[in-house]
C-alpha cells in the first residue's frame, strides 16, 4: 500500500466512527461534517426512510426520542478504491443495542446490520456520499441491568 492509500483508509476509518459518536451521542448536526451535500441515505432495511441528510436527522432525532441509550459498534470495515482514488466503496458490520426509555417493554432492541457506503475526496476529505443499511437481524431483550 502506498503512503496515501494507509493515509485514506486511516481517514475513512475515522470518518465511520464519528458517525457512530454523533449518532450515539444525539448531536445530528455533527452529520454534517460527514456527508456530501448531494447525500443519499437508505435506511429502509432498518424501518426508516431513504432521503437526504436532512431528511435522515429529522426522521432519526424524533424515533431516537424512544431511546434512553444507542451504541452503534462498528468494526470489520472493508474498503476498496476505484481507479480514479477519489472514490472508495466500503462494507462495515455493525451491532447496535438500543436500550427503550421508561416503562417500555421490551427493554432493548439489537439490531445487526451492514454499512454499505460509497464515499468521495472532497477538499475538506473524506465524505459519505450513499449510506445503505442491510439488516442482518433483530432481537429484544426483555430485561436489562444497568
Known sequence: MSLQE???RLEIQDLIAR???ALDRRDFDALDELFTAD???DYRATGAI????AEMKGFVAEAFTMFDATQHLTTQTFIEFDDDGNTAHAKSTCHNPMVFGGDNKPKMMIVGLWYVDTLVRTPDGWRFQERTEEQLYTTVVDKVRQ
Open 19 to 21: 458517525y457512530s459518536y
Open 6 to 8: 494507509i493515509s485514506d
Open 39 to 41: 447525500a443519499v441515505l
Open 50 to 53: 431513504r432521503g437526504s441528510l
